[in-house]
């Protein structure tokens, strides 16, 4: 089953949708801009506000 999630490169700083798993298995992945293979994969955040800093304290 084929995982599919954002990710940016962090040479270039394009942001781009990709495979993370193929058949359980992590895929090597590389910036489809500039070909880097320094690139992460950015965090979901779907629905979630959560607070941070002295806000999230009282």
């Not at 910036?31 to 950015?42: A, E, H, Q, T, V």
């Amino acid at each position: 089953m084929e995982v599919r999630r954002k990710f940016r490169c962090m040479r270039c700083g394009h942001e781009f949708t990709a495979i993370h798993t193929k058949d359980g298995e992590p895929v090597e992945r590389t910036c489809p801009k500039c070909r880097s293979n320094s690139i992460r994969m950015l965090k979901e955040q779907a629905g979630k506000a959560a607070k941070k800093g002295p806000e999230a304290v009282r």
